[in-house]
């Protein structure tokens, strides 16, 4: 089974997609695909589908939204079926998968459901392992593999997480939790991207990247060490202004220490100088994400 959630919801069973159109199963089957090969509680599923005022039904409507997706996974698996089969390993490997059923994929268990990926792919799980490699390089000052290995992990998103679906209070939970370590992973790319003197090849992403998340105080500051390693440090100190200007007006606080200190920086600094100051100011590797 290839899942696909960073982005819209595509999960496939031997190639053939089993993502219903229907709003609520596919709530359900997002849930499940998000945590392939664990079991997802009843109660998990039946709050994500109608918060905390559940109609009394909600346990047989629940297993028939199951029903229907197995009902998909069934085709699937029909489908599927000795497809392919163009070697002795392959025709084993359709046995295997003609062997299986519907409940087999979509495992019925104490106390929930769990969706057997059978050693699939998780778009999910691809990124934690990319980016966990690229955090690790970042730590061991190997800036080109951190920069790649987080370039690719990047790339697995094609939108925002369940883009299509229409989410509930768990997965509007887990969205905004994989939104964070998506920030995550780009704050510390960009960061090893500044590391190699890629500050000029960053200032268009970054003008966007400040105009998306206006109190970002990492992205900010990130925006404001290429322009002024860009010779551009009028414009830098005005990125500071407009930054504090949007976080006194809309959250009452100042900016941080950190991005003060940056600031005093650039003020600080000749043209002689640009770089040097620069990543002193940064003070390595950024703080954790503040004021998203």
Request: hydrophobic share 40%; with cysteine.
């Amino acid at each position: 089974m290839d899942i696909d959630v960073l982005g819209a919801l595509a999960v496939r069973e031997n190639g053939v997609s089993i993502t219903p159109t229907a709003p609520k199963p596919r709530q359900v089957l997002a849930l499940l695909a998000l945590h392939a090969d664990q079991v997802v509680p009843v109660a998990a599923l039946i709050e994500e589908l109608w918060g905390g005022e559940p109609p009394r039904s909600a346990r047989t409507t629940l297993q028939t939204y199951v029903l229907q997706l197995r009902a998909l996974i069934a085709t699937a698996l029909e489908k599927g079926a000795g497809a392919g089969a163009e070697s002795p390993q392959d025709t084993e490997s359709a046995r295997e998968h003609a062997s299986r059923t519907a409940k087999d994929v979509l495992v019925t268990l104490p106390g929930g459901y769990l969706l057997n990926s059978g050693g699939g792919t998780l778009d999910v799980r691809e990124f934690d392992r990319l980016a966990g490699m690229g955090y690790r390089a970042m730590d061991a000052g190997d800036f080109p593999s951190a920069a790649r290995l987080l370039r690719e992990a990047l790339a697995l998103w094609s939108g925002a997480a369940f883009a299509d679906v229409q989410g509930g209070v768990q997965l509007d939970m887990e969205t905004r939790r994989l939104e964070e370590t998506r920030l995550c992973a780009l704050d510390q790319r960009i960061e090893a991207d500044l590391r190699l003197g890629r500050h000029r090849e960053l200032l268009a992403e970054l003008t966007v990247l400040v105009s998306r998340y206006r109190t970002h105080e990492n992205l900010h500051g990130q925006f404001m060490l290429a322009l002024h390693r860009s010779g551009r440090r009028g414009e830098a100190l005005d990125v500071y202004q407009r930054l504090r200007g949007t976080l006194v007006r809309e959250l009452g606080l100042e900016p941080s220490a950190g991005l003060r200190r940056l600031q005093r920086s650039i003020l600080m600094a000749g043209p002689e100088n640009l770089a040097e100051a620069g990543a002193e100011a940064a003070g390595g590797r950024p703080a954790p994400l503040v004021r998203v």
